[in-house]
T-cell receptor
Framework: GAGVSQSPSNKVTEKGKDVELRCDPISGHTALYWYRQSLGQGLEFLIYFQGNSAPDKSGLPSDRFSAERTGGSVSTLTIQRTQQEDSAVYLC??????????FGPGTRLTVT | RKEVEQDPGPFNVPEGATVAFNCTYSNSASQSFFWYRQDCRKEPKLLMSVYSSGNEDGRFTAQLNRASQYISLLIRDSKLSDSATYLCVVTGSSNTGKLIFGQGTTLQVKP
């Protein structure tokens, strides 16, 4: 079946601009996660949505980062006033909500 | 101290070799444990879950020692296609929610 999809696959933006990254989870998965992976670094948790519960935002690095999940499915991660240190691969994952998470291909964000 | 620690390697081994990776985690309340595989510039893919009783999937064997907070992965009869970064992953105190990733161990299998 279809896996997690993310768009765009690559995004180049100028410092100070806002960007939106999209994630479509696996159909039927109730939990959705955002992570980021900077060059040569491990994966860093950003935010977690589970059903109608309040999201766990404990990993968001600053108030420039926000995310929404509409209708319990698609999610959008928004980064306002992008900075060069925001350059990374942003990965979305979904789960049933059993603990195994399945990742999308990621969005590679480059802030110039 | 990192929550999940792994030897970054690289491990360079010949085809057919047996190689073992180890990982330690700091949160004794962690409930679920996994090995993920990540190829260069690709997303992590679930390789296997890890159970206290140990589990095997073909050439791959995973072990968990809760008392020592230690996880291992053994790969037998290494193939060129096993070359990748292997990520040790744990959950937090809740069985759902964020995954906590180690930095990964790089394996290069050579002909």
């Amino acid at each position: 079946g279809a896996g997690v999809s993310q768009s765009p696959s690559n995004k180049v933006t100028e410092k100070g601009k806002d960007v939106e990254l999209r994630c479509d989870p696996i159909s039927g998965h109730t939990a959705l996660y955002w992570y980021r992976q900077s060059l040569g670094q491990g994966l860093e948790f950003l935010i977690y949505f589970q059903g109608n519960s309040a999201p766990d935002k404990s990993g968001l690095p600053s108030d420039r980062f926000s995310a929404e999940r509409t209708g319990g499915s698609v999610s959008t991660l928004t980064i306002q006033r992008t900075q060069q240190e925001d350059s990374a691969v942003y990965l979305c994952a979904s789960s049933l909500p059993e603990p195994e998470q399945y990742f999308g291909p990621g969005t590679r964000l480059t802030v110039t | 101290r990192k929550e999940v620690e792994q030897d970054p390697g690289p491990f360079n081994v010949p085809e057919g070799a047996t190689v073992a990776f180890n990982c330690t985690y700091s949160n004794s309340a962690s409930q679920s444990f996994f090995w993920y595989r990540q190829d260069c510039r690709k997303e992590p893919k679930l390789l296997m879950s890890v159970y206290s009783s140990g589990n095997e999937d073909g050439r791959f064997t995973a072990q968990l020692n809760r008392a020592s907070q230690y996880i291992s992965l053994l790969i037998r009869d290494s193939k060129l296609s096993d070359s990748a970064t292997y990520l040790c992953v744990v959950t937090g105190s809740s069985n759902t929610g964020k995954l906590i990733f180690g930095q990964g161990t790089t394996l290069q299998v050579k002909p």
